[in-house]
């Protein structure tokens, strides 16, 4: 393994304003580059998406709830699977504590799943600590993909 050198602090000082600077053109390219984005055109979601959710059956505009935004994660839980993907499970177990702001921002959050299962609301075991899988968050299911705008676009084929 390589060791980074021993630099006197004036010499790492010089060093970090050198890299800090560097980071600031980065965070601005990346403010450049999000604020496009942002201004990209919209799409009409034309696909009447039929979601089976904690309120009955729930097209897309259902799962605003009366906001203006919505965030859809998509909740992986394979088949055959007892749990949730970790990444996943852990998201869900934590993103609680978040809604109420996402809410205060006029956003509404749902997660996402393919396929509906019992373990989703059953405990379960993580570590050490038994708790539910989804906690509050809300779960609804949709069955088959869901492509609405804001999905990957078709990757572009590399080169030959």
């Not at 050198?18 to 980071?23: G, R, Y």
């Not at 968050?137 to 990757?155: C, E, N, Q, Y």
Request: hydrophobic share 40%; aromatic share 8%; with cysteine.
């Amino acid at each position: 393994m390589e060791h980074n050198l021993i630099v006197t602090r004036d010499e790492w000082l010089t060093a970090r304003k050198a890299l800090l600077a560097k980071e600031k053109e980065a965070t601005r390219a990346l403010d450049t580059l999000s604020a496009e984005r942002r201004k990209l055109p919209w799409v009409k979601v034309e696909k009447n998406y039929a979601f089976d959710g904690p309120n009955g059956k729930e097209t897309l505009a259902d799962l605003f709830d009366g906001r203006s935004q919505l965030i859809v994660y998509h909740f992986m839980f394979g088949s055959g699977w007892k749990e949730g993907c970790v990444g996943c499970s852990f998201l869900a177990d934590n993103i609680d504590g978040a809604l109420v702001h996402l809410e205060h921002h006029d956003v509404t959050y749902v997660l996402k799943v393919d396929r509906m299962n019992d373990a989703l609301t059953q405990p379960a075991v993580m570590g050490a600590v038994q708790r539910p899988v989804v906690a509050e968050s809300p779960f609804v299911f949709l069955a088959g993909p869901f492509d609405a705008v804001g999905a990957r676009p078709t990757p572009t084929p590399a080169p030959a």
